[in-house]
């Protein structure tokens, strides 16, 4: 078994803008702070697994602008390999989000590159790796890029970890090649009775997560009590250190305690990527886990 994470994914630039209330529809209201951070469903997922040890691969879209320049830089700056990533014409994928006084978010992401992704191309690249032991997915870039590496993992008995988000219709054939299924509850409930006979983790927020195994075994995992700042990323975080835990042999249980634990640490911090725990808090948590004394958060 290998042991890399690697990560099919979306990289955006994110803007967040600080509001008391989330304007309702033709009403002007005054912001509070703007600030423009590194986001991206997949890139943040592959940033977190990278704090948390794993060596991480990831194969995302860029712009050749400015803003996929400082997103290449970001990727090397945390430790993660973007090599066989594209550079497309055009602008890199941008987030934007109104973050109100309670620490929830609305976000409008644009795609930019991330849509530029092709199947064929990006299973090629993927191939090319030889010491996989996860790929991680979500749904900001063409689900037929995701279904296509998916499928190639299966066919080499590696991992795979699917977090839906934002919410699309699911092929059949993509379901079929996904291991861990990662939703939180809106996204759980709108599967309905989508066919899925693979592992489910299902996120709730600061109650925590429940682990649904093959085999119908559900174990809840409680978050810890924390006061929230900005909820921005914190899906990303646990699916992130979930992913990196697996791929260092980590029993799914313990995995998905830790990254509960990562994601209600982050939820304490404004942004996504910044608000995540650096290398040596989330080595401790993982030990503070697999040692039976999960860390309070925060």
């Given at each position: ?50 704090r948390c040890g794993a ?16 997103a290449a830089a970001n ?121 899925y006979d693979g592992s ?99």
């Open positions: 078994m290998g042991s890399e994470v690697v990560v099919v994914g979306s990289t955006n630039i994110d803007v967040i803008v600080t509001v008391d209330t989330v304007p309702q529809a033709g009403e002007t209201v005054i912001g509070g702070r703007v600030v423009e951070s590194f986001g991206g469903k997949g890139a943040n997922q592959a940033v977190m697994a990278a060596p991480v691969v990831m194969i995302t879209g860029l712009g050749d602008d400015a803003h996929g320049r400082a990727f090397t700056a945390n430790g993660v390999d973007h090599t066989p990533s594209f550079v497309f014409d055009g602008p890199t994928g941008m987030a934007h989000i109104w973050v109100d006084r309670t620490g929830e978010n609305r976000i409008v992401v644009v795609s930019g590159a991330n849509e530029r992704l092709d199947p064929d191309a990006v299973c090629g690249r993927f191939e090319a790796l030889d010491d996989v032991a996860v790929v991680v997915g979500q749904c900001e870039i063409p689900l037929g890029v995701t279904e296509a590496v998916f499928a190639a993992a299966r066919r080499r008995g590696i991992t795979t970890v699917l977090n839906p988000a934002p919410f699309l219709p699911l092929p059949p054939a993509l379901l079929a090649c996904t291991d861990w299924l990662v939703v939180n509850e809106i996204e759980h409930r709108s599967l309905g009775a989508v066919p489910l983790v299902v996120t709730s927020g600061a109650a925590g997560a429940e682990l649904i195994e093959r085999d119908g075994r559900r174990t809840s995992v409680a978050a810890p009590v924390v006061q929230a700042r900005d909820s921005t990323g914190a899906g990303d975080c646990l699916v992130g250190a979930f992913a990196a835990a697996l791929a260092r042999g980590v029993a799914p249980l313990a995995a998905l305690r830790f990254g509960v634990w990562c994601a209600a640490a982050s939820v304490t911090r404004p942004g996504a990527q910044p608000s995540y725990p650096d290398p040596a808090e989330a080595e401790a948590a993982l030990a503070a886990v697999l040692a039976g004394d999960v860390p309070a958060g925060g």
